[in-house]
């Protein structure tokens, strides 16, 4: 499946923006207490949920990095075409409606349950994301189909780099569900 790039490039940006701005009016001016509220013994609370984002962006972002400061790919091309093990999993962590429809295990390596965060993640987070911003901005010229990306679960599969980008966009899509959700029930309990 084709994609225009900077439609693709323009709605992960204003995912980001809208997740940036979530974060500003209705996370920030939580109480730590309501940080680490969980609805249940065995359920992230908001700080682990944002830590397991960082987990992800601290395997992608230096991978990111490399490709676009040295791309095998160069070509600038108006379209991307989405490979099918990328659609595939862009359509499992993709939320429909604002709906999270396929659950899924965390990998051991990006699972922060149970560790001791303070609101500094929050702060962690929105630098990290500031990077794929800057990242995103300076895609001019790089091969989104043709440049390879590793997945956080395997080194042996990769993604093409337009894919990747999605794919790392839509699982943080997915998460701020989880993470409205928590501030929802805390509001209400």
Do not use: C
């Not at 439609?7 to 995912?15: A, F, G, K, S, Y």
């Not at 349950?113 to 995103?136: A, C, D, G, M, N």
């Amino acid at each position: 499946m084709k994609h225009q790039t900077a439609q693709i490039v323009q709605e992960l940006t204003d995912l980001i923006h809208d997740q940036l701005n979530y974060l500003k009016e209705h996370v920030i001016p939580l109480e730590e207490e309501d940080l680490q509220w969980r609805p249940s013994k065995y359920k992230w609370n908001i700080l682990e949920v944002l830590e397991h984002l960082i987990r992800f962006g601290e395997f992608y972002i230096p991978k990111f990095r490399h490709i676009i400061a040295y791309p095998k790919a160069l070509k600038n091309s108006e379209t991307y075409r989405s490979g099918a093990i990328g659609r595939w999993a862009i359509k499992q962590a993709r939320p429909i409606d604002g709906v999270v429809v396929n659950k899924a295990k965390s990998p051991s390596k990006a699972n922060p349950f149970l560790r001791k965060l303070t609101r500094s993640v929050i702060h962690e987070y929105i630098e990290q994301q500031k990077v794929i911003l800057e990242l995103l901005n300076n895609l001019d010229g790089v091969d989104l189909s043709k440049n390879h990306v590793p997945i956080i679960v395997t080194n042996w599969l990769k993604l093409n780099l337009g894919d990747s980008l999605r794919l790392v966009v839509h699982h943080e899509e997915r998460h701020f569900i989880q993470i409205n959700d928590l501030v929802n029930k805390k509001l209400d309990a």
